[in-house]
């Protein structure tokens, strides 16, 4: 792998589409873009689901409500993975599209996905948690959010 914070996959695009995995020795960071806090999240559980699966072709069969609050939009963002994570390791789902809105500190989403077929999805890693390394939500001059951290695999 590529040295550390080296960006080793990536989905170009807009603002609102885009986001990155990077390396970082032995885990991976995700990196998600955003013309909104919002969309950024999005953008980074897109990574983090591709550092899993192969995004093409996943269903979104199951929805999923998820709530998180926090006193901050970095730690927000950790618990927003976490809480991802959490949902498809309990559920056995594979998330396939994300809807954000951040409010006051809080964050209510929607994950859609569908169930985990090892044979078709054959998962890469499994991530154990999202975690404060290399953790960053920030604005930047023009307008474009950028939200990051390290995933343990």
């Known amino acids: 792998m590529p040295g550390t914070g080296e960006t ?5 695009g807009g603002a ?15 990196r998600g873009y955003g013309l909104t806090v919002a969309a950024a999240f999005e953008n980074a559980a897109r990574a983090m689901i591709t550092a899993i699966v192969d995004p093409a072709g996943l ?13 901050d939009l970095e730690l927000l963002l950790v618990d927003w993975l976490n809480a991802l ?3 498809m390791a309990t559920r056995g789902l594979i998330f396939a599209s994300f809807d954000v809105r951040i409010t006051d500190g809080r964050l209510e989403a929607e ?17 154990k948690g999202a975690t404060y390394t290399a953790l960053r939500v920030a604005q930047g001059e023009d307008g474009i959010w950028t939200v990051q951290c390290v995933i343990d695999v």
Do not use: K
Request: with cysteine; net charge negative; hydrophobic share 40%.
């Open 8 to 12: 080793v996959r990536a989905q170009p």
């Open 16 to 30: 609102d589409g885009r986001w990155e995995l990077f390396a970082h020795d032995a885990d991976i960071g995700v």
């Open 59 to 71: 269903v979104p069969e199951q929805s999923v409500r998820i709530v998180c609050e926090a006193p």
């Open 85 to 87: 994570v959490f949902e």
């Open 111 to 127: 994950a859609c996905g569908e169930r985990v077929d090892p044979e078709r999805h054959a998962p890469a890693v499994e991530v």
